[in-house]
Structure formats: C-alpha cells, structure tokens
C-alpha cells in the first residue's frame, strides 16, 4: 500500500525521493508528492493524482534544491485519489508537512476539535488531522516539535507510519510508527526513512527497524535519537540488510512479474539450501528443533494467512495432515481475528506472509498470542512485523517479490510448508518412507520448473486467443484444489477477467451451469491423485462444449485427447505437484493479461502488502 521516503543529508534530496518513489511503485498506489525544505529555506509541496513519473512532470522547471524531504505514494483509503488528497500534508502555518502509512480511526473527532480551534482542513483524509494536532500542540503548550510529537501521538486511535519535515528545523527529520512498517537507512551524516527496505538499498545496508511506539529524532550530523511515546530513550539497534539492488531490479525481463516467475528455480533453491539433507534424508529447521516440545504437544495447527499465502496454507493443511496426523484449520485472517475463536494455550498457531506486514495477519496473531499459543511465522520479508511478533518460525528467503501478483513466494511458501510438515513428522517418527520419497523428490523440483518455464512461448502464443473470455473457472482436485484456486486468482488480479476456482468435484453443485462453448475450463489433471476423477470431470465440461485448457503429466495421452490445448510438466509425487501445475498457470494468466494490455505489476487497485484492515 502506501509508500514513505525521506531524507535528510548532504546531497540533494529531490532525487533520492523520486528513485525511492519509484522503487515502491510495486506497493500499489494512486497519487504521489514530495515536500521539501529548498535551498531558500522554503518549504515547497507538489503532489499530483496518478503515476509518480506524471508527479516527476508536474515538477519540471521547478526549485529543486535542498536536502531535507519526504515523499509518498498513497494508496487512497480516506477520500478519492486525487491532488489534494494526496501526502504530504501540511499544517495550518505551512509550517510542517507529513506523510503516512495507515489510518487513524479518531479522525473524525480531531478535524472536528481542531476545526474549533481555528484549524482549516483541506482534504478528505485522515493524515491532515495529524499534522494539524502536532502544530496545535506545539502552539498550545509553547513547545517544540520534538516535545509535540509523543504528546500528539498518544492522542492517535489507529495505525500509523509517518516522517515530519519542519520549515522553521531545516536539519532534522521525525520519523514514527505504530502497526504499519518503517525503517531509517544510517548513512555517513545522512539518513534515509522508508516504508520497507527498497528505496534505501542503493545508499546504504546499516538499517533500523523502528518498533511500534517508537520515534525516531534524525538530525544532520548528529547521531539518530530514538524514544517510545513516553519519552523513555532506546538503544537504535542496527542492522545489515538482506538485500541487493539487482534483486529489486528487472533484469532484463519486460516486467517484474516475469523475472519472479522465471527465477522460481534458484528461489526454490536458495529457500531449501542449509535446510533439506537429501543424503541424510532430513529437513533441520532450527525453529522446530529449538521448540520440540512445545510442537509435539501441539493440539492442532491453525494456520492464518491472506490471499496466494492463503491459498498456500490450504496445501499446508493437506500436507500437515497427512504426515503428521494432527488436525490443521486454514483461516483466513480477517474472519479469524472478528470471530470468537475457540483457542487453546496447546495450540500452535502458523501465519503466513510474504510481506510479514499484512494488517489482518498481524491481527490473528495477537488475538493467538493472548490465549497463550505457540506462533510460528512462515514469512518473506527480513525483519518484518509477523517475524519480530512470532515465537519462532522460517524464512522462505526468495528475495525480494516486487510484482503485485505473488508467484515464487507462493510456491516458496508451499515448498516451505513441506519441509516443515517433515521436520514435524520426523520428530516422532512417522511416515519416514514417505518422508524419503518427498525430500529425494523435492530436490528435483527446480529443474523441473525450468523445464514447464520452457514451454513460455508456446503458452504466451495460445493466451493470445482468450482474450474475448469474459469468464474462466479453474478446477482441480485434493493438492491442486488450492492451485485451481490460485490461478484464478491470479487471472483475476492482473488480466480483470472474471475467474473462478472450485474443487472438481464440486462443479456439479452449481458452476455447471456456467457451462457453454464460450466458457474456458482450466483443469488440472496430473497423474497423480484423483485422475480417473477429474477425467471424468472433463467429460462432463466437454459434454456441455467448454474449451478444456488442462496441466497433465508427461506422456499423458487421455487428458490431452479431450482437451482444446494442454501444457505437460514432469511427473512427481502427488503432494509436490501443486509447485510444478502453477508454474503454467502463472505463465497463462501473465500472457493473457499482457495481450490484454494491462499493467501486470501493478494491476489496479491492488497492493502489495495490505497495512490496514
Ligand atoms: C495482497 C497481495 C497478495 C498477497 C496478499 C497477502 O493482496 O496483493 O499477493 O497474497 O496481500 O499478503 P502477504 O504479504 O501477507 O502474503
């Protein structure tokens, strides 16, 4: 969602932000602007609806200069996206201006106070009631920004991200958080704010990753000050950070989704390495071995995630279940944390996220952390909230994912799942015969994707005829029931066209009667699993004249025969084929969604990482 920069230095920090803006582009947003303090001591605001190189235009011939400012990308949740709407903010005086991530639920009530008090407010959005409160604390109680900020900040309800740049201060910057991300990048006598690690990489790899409740003080050549809202001072702890400028670049590929989708064989690798002993035939997890007890008591697993990482739990449970014979629930996080769930303290509780930011994920895992269970975090992101919030848990180390649409990090996570459901099993030492066959299997997996990545043209070539499709439904069975639904998903998000997934079997109950010559039909239909099954469904698609699209294993030769157009992947064992049906899938959606002309980073209305609920 929304994105943050800021800087404050030696060099000019016009550039700096509009790269920054750049690079979180992925995020997802609407508008953008940039505040900052000239080389006349001014301070000067542009903001424009759209794309951030219409913002870039906007500014052309203008005063550039200076080396303090911020800058965002909004992602409109109070007030339609628009120029006033969009961030930085000012305050009454022209004084302060302010950009944020999240949303400030006691909105309402402060416009209205501070409207009482002579306060004027421009736009539609949250955000102008922040900035408004801190000038009319400081003028109130006659102090400074610095002493306004807690004070202003503990009268918040709500979720926040914010950095303040101050005309009458021009050498500092106030950045704080509570419940939406924010790290500062510690140069030589310069700091660089962002809402994730993107826009400061180039510059430098020492980050802090702020808390929630906690401010950060950055002044030019002095050393950063960081304090809680209560003003009790903090130790800044940084960090190195886990990432490379080549990793959040295109590398060639025409779009970010593409690159990911191609790079799933050395993201699978890497995410395995250190972890998977194909000779000993084990899986080391420290954060299972460390925790032993703590998971083999375990009543149940309980998985929370959102969206692709929902849909990646989904075969966590089918995997779960079948090698560790303990029951596992798949929740979706937003209709977990508003429900009463019954949870018990023997409960072991798994989010999953790419992003370890995404708001009703974080959520879940409160409410799981209150009745006492053990959370277990399955994230991408280095340092992000859900792993600084879980007990213990594993990285999937893809590298960063920038394309809107999640691809290696859904089948990361899938790959991740596995290996924790054998590093589970091999504690108390069921299934090892299936544990064998899963991990001398599993190693194969990347070159087996490379293989499916090599039949891209072919699929780019035969997308091009959907275009016309209005509607799509995606079928699968057992493991690739969840896949099924994942290419939908993905179709759904970056082509617009209407799709939907159902397990196979249920088609009868309903989507049947979608059926007809216009209705494209995905089915897919390894040789694994349920096969005679599904091929029974095909017949009942065909009978109604829908164009069967299906994912059959090599050699097949009954699928292929009832079927309009077929994509082959290797065989492999039932339980690792959702990694290999999705690779085609994703490919599909991308090359559809290409011949459409959409813009498949950056679909609209979507973001990457969902910060509020
Ligand atoms: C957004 C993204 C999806 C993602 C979902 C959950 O909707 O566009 O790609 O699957 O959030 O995000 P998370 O970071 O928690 O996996």
């Not at 399955?378 to 180390?397: A, F, L, M, W």
């Amino acid at each position: 969602m929304c994105g943050i920069v800021g800087y404050l230095g030696e060099r000019d920090a016009y550039p700096i932000l509009i790269k920054g803006l750049s690079r979180l582009e992925y995020r997802g947003y609407d508008s953008a602007g940039v505040a900052l303090i000239n080389g006349n001591g001014n301070l000067v605001i542009y903001k424009s609806k759209g794309k951030v190189a219409d913002l870039d235009n906007l500014v052309k011939g203008k005063d550039l200069s200076g080396s303090t400012g911020i800058a965002h990308t909004r992602w409109a949740t109070h007030g339609e996206p628009n120029d006033v709407n969009a961030h930085p903010h000012f305050s009454e005086s022209g004084n302060l201006a302010l950009i944020h991530n999240g949303i400030i639920e006691n909105y309402k009530s402060l416009r209205t106070e501070l409207s009482s008090h002579g306060y004027h407010f421009h736009s539609s959005t949250d955000t102008e009631a922040i900035v408004q409160l801190i000038e009319y604390i400081m003028d109130s109680h006659h102090i400074t920004l610095e002493e306004a900020v807690p004070l202003a900040l503990g009268n918040l309800v709500g979720a926040y991200a914010l950095v303040i740049v101050n005309k009458k201060d021009p050498d500092s910057l106030i950045a704080a958080r509570k419940g939406s991300p924010l790290l500062i990048g510690v140069g030589e006598n310069e700091f660089f704010v962002g809402s994730d690690a993107t826009p400061i990489v180039e510059y430098t790899d020492k980050v802090v990753y702020l808390d929630d409740e906690q401010i950060a003080y950055m002044r030019k050549g002095k050393e950063m000050v960081i304090t809680d809202i209560n003003k009790v001072k903090k130790t800044p702890v940084v960090k190195k950070l886990n990432m490379s400028l080549s990793q959040i670049e295109k590398g060639g590929f025409p779009h970010f989704m593409l690159k990911e989708i191609f790079e799933q064989p050395s993201a699978l690798e890497t995410s395995m390495t250190g972890r998977l002993y194909e000779k000993e035939s084990g899986v080391k997890l420290t954060g299972i071995i460390d925790n032993k007890e703590r998971i083999l008591a375990a009543r149940r697993f309980i998985i929370c995630a959102c969206g692709t990482s929902w849909h990646a739990g989904l075969i966590g449970k089918y995997i779960l279940e079948e090698l560790t014979r303990k029951p596992v629930e798949v929740e979706y996080s937003s209709e977990f944390r508003y429900r009463k769930p019954v949870l018990f303290p023997d409960d072991v509780v798994i989010a999953i996220s790419q992003s370890g930011e995404t708001a009703d994920t974080l959520a879940a895992i409160q409410l799981a952390k209150e009745s006492g269970c053990f959370l277990f975090g399955i994230c991408n992101v280095v340092g992000s909230s859900i792993p600084r919030t879980t007990d213990t848990g594993i990285y999937t180390h893809v590298g960063p994912e920038i394309g809107v649409a999640s691809t290696k990090a859904f089948t990361a996570q899938v790959a991740t799942l596995i290996q924790l459901a054998i590093a589970i099993a091999e504690l108390d030492g069921r299934e090892p015969e299936l544990r064998r066959e899963i991990i001398s299997e599993l190693v194969k997996i990347p070159s087996k994707i490379a293989k499916i990545l090599e039949q891209d043209q072919m699929i780019a070539d035969y997308s091009k005829t959907f275009t016309y499709a209005r509607n799509f439904i995606y079928l699968g069975r057992g493991y690739n029931y969840p896949v099924a639904l994942e290419g939908a998903l993905k179709l759904k998000e970056i082509s617009y066209i209407h799709a939907e997934g159902y397990p196979a079997a249920e088609m009868k109950h309903g989507p049947i009667a979608l059926i007809d010559e216009e209705m494209p039909v995905v089915v897919i239909a390894p040789r694994r699993g349920n096969y005679e099954k599904i091929v029974s469904n095909i017949q009942e698609v065909k009978a109604r004249k829908g164009k069967v699209i299906a994912i059959v294993t090599e050699g097949d030769t009954e699928v292929k025969s009832m079927s309009d157009f077929y994509i082959e992947i290797p065989d492999t064992i039932d339980c690792l084929t959702p990694l290999l049906t999705v690779i085609p899938l994703q490919l599909f959606s991308y090359h559809i969604a290409i011949a459409k002309g959409r813009d498949v980073d950056q679909p609209r209305n979507l973001a990457k990482s969902v910060t509020v609920e």
